[in-house]
């Protein structure tokens, strides 16, 4: 009863593919992110939905599109991958609002050759 | 963007001892904090949180102290052992949506 879950667990591709990351909840939570976490473990957020609308986007390159088609999923398109796109994606989901834990998935650890 | 840090990037201890971990953050206006935990290979994984109301809390084994004059959180892990090595991140929030990590601090749990 995994209540985030990530697929792939591992990805590994080259330069200028088109690739995409799946996230599920089971928790009933509102809201969904996406964070990058480079090589030195510094965790960014990229993005936040709730309710299947966007409410945070970061400054990040629109090669990245994340796409929910319900509040249980979040995914992650990611097109012409560079080799710095190369980290660790996790997906979280959250209640809305202050005091609202975040639940981390296993993380997806992306590899640009 | 905000700006969450850490004083030390690693920590070792010896088991048994109690493990203190800092964190400071920019955002006066941050109302929210969590202390996460992150074994390797996997996600951060929720230990503790603080509201800015508050200046100290205490979970099982572990306790969060915030000056919030300084900007300050710290991560108090008591009787350290094994199962405590791991990465622990804080982060800081002012609005409950976006959450702001640090840049971690490596436990080592030497037996």
């Known amino acids: 009863d995994t209540a985030v879950s990530q697929t792939p667990k591992y990805l590994v591709t080259q330069m200028g593919n088109d690739k995409s990351i799946k996230c599920e909840q089971n928790l009933g939570h509102d809201t969904m992110y996406w964070y990058k976490q480079d090589s030195k473990k510094f965790l960014k957020i990229m993005f936040s939905y709730n309710n299947k609308e966007l409410i945070i986007n970061e400054t990040v390159p629109n090669r990245f599109s994340p796409k929910s088609p319900d509040k249980a999923h979040l995914n992650l398109h990611i097109n012409s991958l560079e080799l710095g796109d190369s980290a660790v994606y996790f997906c979280?989901?959250?209640?809305?609002?202050?005091?609202?834990?975040?639940?981390f998935g296993p993380g997806t650890r992306l590899t640009v050759t | 963007g905000e700006s969450v840090g850490l004083h030390l990037p690693t920590l070792s201890v010896q088991e048994g001892d109690n493990s203190i971990i800092n964190c400071a953050y920019s955002?006066?206006?941050?109302?929210?904090f969590i202390w996460y935990k992150q074994e390797s290979g996997k996600g951060p994984q929720f230990i503790i949180d603080?509201?800015?109301?508050?200046d100290k809390r205490q979970g099982q084994r572990v306790t969060v102290l915030l000056n919030k004059t300084v900007k300050h959180l710290s991560l108090q892990i008591a009787a350290t052992q094994p199962g405590d090595s791991a990465v622990y991140f804080c982060?800081?929030?002012?609005?409950?949506?976006?959450?702001?990590f640090g840049t971690g601090t490596s436990l080592t749990v030497i037996p």
């Open positions: 982060a800081e929030t002012p609005t409950g949506n976006q959450f702001y």
């Open positions: 955002n006066s206006a941050s109302d929210y």
């Open positions: 603080i509201r800015s109301n508050m």
């Open positions: 979280a989901s959250s209640g809305f609002g202050i005091s609202s834990e975040q639940y």
